[in-house]
């Protein structure tokens, strides 16, 4: 078995000794969304009722994935209607990595526009694997980033646990991160960062300014446990990662994702977002 670069047992021995009094600065300046794949069983019932049902919590942005898409022109205004009748934004969307292509990339740019997005988001680049595939993806993204450049949009990459896991000595997102231009948004998954025993922190402080966003997903070891516990019940340090996010990263805004829970989604990420205002009062 190949070692990542820190055990996942020496990174929560490491978490576990951090002084509970430390808290990064709050900046009311940075707002916190939501990644609407955690509300998606209702999402798929009824998408205009969900977006008012999480602006009404007090979201200030969403991030819409991949089925916008393939939304209409006429259908992508009526939500950006929405959106600014409520008072939120969408910053960014996730997308599939063909969206990436040639041919694909201009349709993801009009309907980004008419949502008033930054970042188009590469949200998984499938299955790779070697090196030299995930060089390719940092080819594929330089090259989308070129293009959404003119256009006033940047590009963006998400990690999952694959990236942040040791293949042929080096971590894939290591190399996404040398072979792209430093516009390019590392937005990074909190959550599946740590489960592979990766530092989170370490990895903001050393990509200054392209941790544009970060999903606010929990992670805790152990038997029902995993990605069930919500946003402040796990092993995240998270107040190491705001300082870290906010003195060097180059946050804009933050997303809390939550993939499943004992409880309901709308009830979730409430109470995710409850957690959020505690910890950062």
């Not at 948004?185 to 200054?208: F, H, K, Y």
């Not at 970060?214 to 990662?241: M, Q, T």
């Amino acid at each position: 078995m190949k070692k990542t670069p820190i055990s996942r047992r020496s990174f929560l021995a490491a978490s576990a000794v951090v002084p509970l009094a430390v808290h990064a600065a709050p900046s009311s300046k940075i707002p916190v969304g939501l990644e609407l794949y955690s509300v998606r069983d209702q999402l798929n019932k009824d998408l205009m009722a969900t977006v008012r049902a999480v602006a009404k919590m007090g979201y200030q942005v969403v991030e819409f994935y991949s089925p916008y898409y393939d939304w209409t022109e006429a259908y992508t205004k009526q939500v950006r209607a929405l959106l600014d009748d409520l008072g939120i934004h969408c910053y960014s969307t996730h997308n599939n990595a063909s969206v990436f292509s040639a041919e694909s990339l201009q349709q993801a740019i009009d309907r980004n526009k008419i949502l008033g997005t930054r970042f188009i988001v590469m949200a998984s680049a499938g299955r790779v694997t070697s090196l030299d595939g995930w060089k390719e993806v940092a080819d594929r993204l330089s090259q989308a980033s070129a293009k959404l450049k003119t256009v006033d949009l940047r590009a963006g990459y998400h990690n999952h646990q694959t990236e942040f896991t040791v293949l042929d000595g080096k971590r894939p997102i290591e190399i996404i991160a040398a072979n792209t231009p430093k516009e390019l948004m590392l937005q990074l998954d909190v959550g599946t960062c740590i489960e592979v025993g990766s530092d989170p922190v370490a990895w903001i402080r050393a990509n200054p300014g392209r941790i544009n966003c970060l999903h606010c997903k929990d992670w805790a070891p152990g038997e029902g446990k995993g990605y069930e516990v919500l946003f402040g019940e796990g092993v995240a340090p998270w107040a190491n990662i705001f300082a870290a996010a906010e003195s060097v990263g180059g946050v804009e805004y933050y997303l809390i994702e939550q993939e499943g829970s004992r409880f309901g989604s709308l009830e979730a990420v409430q109470r995710c977002l409850a957690a959020w205002k505690q910890m950062r009062s």
